[in-house]
Structures are given as C-alpha cells and as structure tokens.
C-alpha cells in the first residue's frame, strides 16, 4: 500500500494533481477542499489510498490520516465505492460525517450528490458502528469542509494559476449557478464552470 506520497506539486487539474516523487510523477485524485491547499511548485505531503481494479490502479490523496481513514471506512457500505466516499468527503469534513451517522442525519447525507432518501437511510444503518463518534473539533453537522464556497472555488482557481483578477471574475461569474443549487453548493461542479468560461474569456 502506497501510505502517502511528498514531493513537489507538478501539476493541477479540478479533480487530481500531480506530485513529482523521485523523479516521477504520481497522479493523485483529490477533493477540490484538498487540491485548494495545493500550489504549483511548492511541497506537499498527501496521505493516500490505492483502489485496485482490473483495469486501473488509482491514488486518491487527502489532507490527512483521518480523512484517509474515513474514506476507506466509508467503502465498507455496500453501494460506496471510491468516487461516491469521496464526494461524501467532498462536501463533509470526517468529523460531519461521524455526527451525522451518530445522529441519524439524513439531510447532511443527501447533501452529497448521489445520495437519496432511501441510500441515506441504508448508510446510516450500515455505518452506524464504524466510523466511531465525533471527535468534537466544533464542526457541525453537515459543515462544508470549507469556510465557503466562494472562498474554496478561489483558492483552487489561484492554485491552478489563475490571477486575483480573473479568479474573482470566475467565481462572480458562477454565482448564479451556485445560488440555484440545493443544499451546499458542489465545488467540484462550480470549478469545471469557472474553467469554462475562463478558457472563453481567453
């Protein structure tokens, strides 16, 4: 098992990133949350989970063990594979998951994008007694893993080397698709828009 790769930031994409180790580059898939705090050239330490299928190995990286933990444990569910444990972890912080299955919260469940009524109902039962009690870091339940999406879209914007400027434009320019959304806003899907109509404006 790959515990974690460190190395330089190569390269960011909106769902991945590419971090140089020993001289090659590995690909690493990551929540806009985590890639936020990423920045081309500079160093960084993602702990990591390698998903094996017969035809593709992928790395999923995230900002710490506990996330980590939480993803894979989150694989135990019957129906969650990797992408959905990661949306879940997309739009909840560990901590929000863990008090939501403590407390029977469907609602922060179907925040998450392909999750229902009945598939919330399912994972509530079914992991209930695995991933443990909060840990009562002050996050509440179904808490962004963010301040923001306006703050998370232009952090992630900036570190795939965007200026101030056209960030700002991007994230204004998203708004409206944003505000339309149920529940909390999908980052992810915001940011694919705002490289939309940046590579537009070029």
Partial sequence: MIAFVSGPVAALAPDSAVVEVGGIGIAVQCTPGTLATL?????????????????????????????????????????????????????HTPDALRRAIATGDEKALTAVPGIGKRGAQKLLLELKDRLGAPLGTGTGIGAPVSTGWREQLHAALIGLGYSTREADEAVSAVAPQAEAEEGAPQVGRLLKAALQTLNRAR
Avoid: H, I
């Fill in 39 to 91: 920045r081309t050239g500079r160093p960084a330490r993602l702990a990591t989970s390698l998903v094996v299928r017969e035809d593709s190995l992928t790395l999923y990286g995230f900002a710490d063990d506990d996330e980590r933990g939480t993803f894979e444990l989150l694989q135990t569910a019957s129906g969650v594979g990797p992408r959905l444990a990661q949306a879940m972890l997309a739009v």
